[in-house]
């Protein structure tokens, strides 16, 4: 009596409780800048990768499998990560998702991090306050803590204001959204 139900135990719910446990071993933690300048409102998105996530973004790099990153190989794998990440990072006004653009190269840390740049255009804006949702779909493959900043604004430059804490999304509980309060100032 006692061998079957250490069999039930092993064979039915040490498998599930194993299974239900998402392990924390590709978590990115991230720090998300936004900030606007000249009518853009523009998010830095940095990703801290552990050292298991950093060795498979090496393998992906390394095309030809010559165990050798070339530069082409290197700038056109982060190229095409970050219009990847473009696609999953969503800026809703009026439920009107607004076009991502990437606007820089990717910046290499030594901690593991790499950091993007993106661009939103505020050009239609009029002046006043103005509520921007932004979702991170690519945090609902790749959960992780987050940090969210907005820069200390220019001198004539709109402000932009995190509305709220970072609060995960009702449909997917890994996926962050936040909404940003832009105030856009007068010419």
Request: with cysteine.
């Amino acid at each position: 009596m006692m061998r079957s139900r250490l069999g039930i135990f092993v064979v039915f719910v040490l498998p599930a409780v194993v299974l239900a446990h998402e392990s924390p071993i590709d978590h990115i933690n991230r720090t998300l800048t936004f900030d606007v300048q000249a009518k853009h409102l523009r998010l830095g998105y940095r990703m801290n990768l552990t050292p298991r996530v950093a060795i498979l973004q090496l393998r992906k790099m390394d095309r030809n499998r010559d165990g050798n990153i070339s530069d082409n190989e290197q700038s056109g794998y982060f190229e095409a990560f970050a219009r990847r990440l473009s696609s999953e990072l969503v800026f809703e006004m009026n439920e009107k998702r607004l076009p991502v653009r990437v606007t820089d190269d990717v910046k290499l840390y030594p901690d593991l991090s790499n950091e993007y740049h993106f661009s939103v255009s505020l050009g239609c804006l009029m002046t006043g306050r103005h509520v921007i949702r932004f979702r991170d779909e690519f945090s609902r493959r790749y959960p992780g803590s987050v940090r969210l900043a907005a820069a200390a604004p220019r001198a004539g430059d709109s402000v932009v204001e995190i509305r709220k804490d970072v609060r995960r999304s009702q449909r997917h509980l890994d996926m962050i959204e936040v909404d940003l309060e832009i105030t856009v100032l007068e010419n």
